[in-house]
Each structure stands twice: as C-alpha cells, then as structure tokens.
C-alpha cells in the first residue's frame, strides 16, 4: 500500500497539486500489486515499466482531493476485472456507514455478490427464483448474504436489507492512461462504464482532434489530461446504486483493505418451505 496525498472538505474535487502546494493533511490508500490483498478476493495486473507507468506515477505523485470528511478514497491500480485491468479505480465511500457491518461479510465470494446485484435490481426475488438462477451456488450464496444482514428472508422471498446501509460507495471513478493510441483507450474506458459512475482518458495534453472529443462524449467518456488541473465530481448525498456486481467489489473491497476486524463465523441456513 502507498500513501499519498489528499485532503477533506465539502464536496469533492480530485486536483492535481504542485509540490509547493500540497495539503498539510493528507491521505489516501492507494492499492496494487504490491499490498499483498489475495486474502480478499481482489488480483492485479502487475506493473510493465515503460512511459504509460511513469505517466500513471507521476499522476498520483501529485493527486489531491477534497471531501467531506467521512468520505475515504482508495485507489486501485490495474485491478483484474472481466472486462480487463483498468489502469486506475477510485472507489469514494462514507466509512461510517461500513463500519456498521458484521464480520461475516469479510467471508463472501465473488458469486455472492452476482446474487447480491440480482435482488438489488429487482428488490425482491423468491428463494424458488435464486435457486433456478443460481443453482446450489445461489442457495450457499444466500446463506452467507443472511449471516453478513445485507439480505432479509421473509416467507421464502428475498429483500435487500436496508440497501443504503448495505453499499457504502458514493461514487467509483475509473481512468484510462495512454501516452498515444486514444482510440484503445476510448474502447476500454468505454468498457469501464459497465461498474463506474463515471469513466475517464488520461492523456499528456488535451487532444486537439475534434473526433477524439465527439467520439468520447458519443461513448459517455470524459478526457482529462494535467492541463486541466481539476476534476469535479458531483456526489450524490446518499450511496450511489451499483451499476453491476463489480460496483459491490470495488465497494467491500475498499473497506476491506482500510482496516477491519477479524472474521467469524455464524450458521444460518435457509431451505425452501413446502408451498
């Protein structure tokens, strides 16, 4: 893990600092290959030296942002998705509302969260549903979502239990970094609007081409470059809605690596009732 630097107060801009302007308070987690993390689910792409890297560490070397100060950013570099390895994921999520969760969610696997997004989405869903969706997989999945309060059972249907206490995230930026070839960046942070609020291109400079402008904004993807030393990102009060099940990665594993508790474990089984 890296500690660099970043700084709270109302709303939230991530602003590219000199060093003889850095805020005296500062602290993000910035995570990659290097934090030793396989305990929780999350792999990385590992690092190639060349221009692109250096582009990237020199990014973060002068990142700041403000916050309300509940809010926390981590950053993920080159996390292993199915969609590929985005260069960067930042994940901005209120601490207090994931410290109110047991430690049995330190215990789910990444299909749980795939039946997780499923309920969220249509708020409801019967036991019967989850296991012709899911199969057994879906049955065990439920186990552990019940024992981690993130779901309630009630008369074999299934709800999200409290969703805004359940997904902590207010927002999970992801950026692209290229050097040259902007139109293969377009395409993957295209790709990363699949789990991302908003998804960005980082470039040297601010393109001149008219068509690398339209077709980004043609693909809902923002262009951003350090000639433009700010970027604001308009939160919501309360958490975001997942966009799939990679949002609830991104969202657990975000307070996963800020420091939690050790997991224990708890019994509860739920079976189909005769109908």
């Given at each position: ?5 970043c ?22 987690k ?23 890297e250096d ?31 985005p260069?960067?994921v ?7 509302t ?28 019967s036991?019967l ?65 699949w ?5 960005h ?22 262009v ?15 958490p ?33 009732m005769?109908?």
């Amino acid at each position: 893990m890296l500690e660099c630097s970043c700084c709270f107060a109302i709303g939230f801009d991530i602003t590219l600092m000199t060093k003889s302007h850095l805020p005296e308070n500062w602290s993000y987690k910035l995570v990659d290959s290097g934090f030793g993390v396989e305990n929780i689910g999350v792999r990385f792409r590992t690092a190639r030296p060349g221009p692109e890297e250096d582009f990237i560490c020199k990014f973060l070397g002068k990142l700041s942002c403000q916050g309300e100060p509940d809010l926390k950013l981590t950053i993920f570099k080159e996390p292993r998705i199915e969609t590929g390895s985005p260069d960067l994921v930042g994940v901005i999520w209120h601490l207090p509302t994931a410290e109110r969760w047991n430690a049995n969610r330190l215990l789910l696997q990444r299909p749980d969260y795939r039946v997780m997004q499923y309920i969220f989405q249509t708020q409801s869903a019967s036991l019967l549903t989850i296991k012709s969706l899911f199969k057994n997989q879906g049955m065990d999945s439920i186990d552990r979502l019940a024992a981690a309060n993130m779901i309630l059972i009630e008369r074999n249907v299934v709800s999200t239990n409290s969703p805004s206490a359940q997904y902590a995230v207010r927002h999970i930026f992801a950026i692209e970094a290229k050097i040259n070839a902007w139109r293969k960046a377009l395409h993957q942070a295209f790709l990363n609007r699949w789990f991302a609020c908003s998804s960005h291109v980082l470039l040297p400079q601010m393109p001149s081409s008219v068509t690398m402008i339209s077709e980004a904004r043609a693909l809902g993807v923002r262009v951003w470059s350090p000639q433009v030393s700010k970027m604001t990102l308009n939160l919501p009060s309360a958490p975001s809605d997942p966009l799939s099940y990679v949002s609830w990665l991104f969202n657990d594993w975000a307070w996963k690596v800020w420091g939690h508790v050790s997991p224990t474990y708890a019994e509860s089984k739920h079976t189909l009732m005769d109908q």
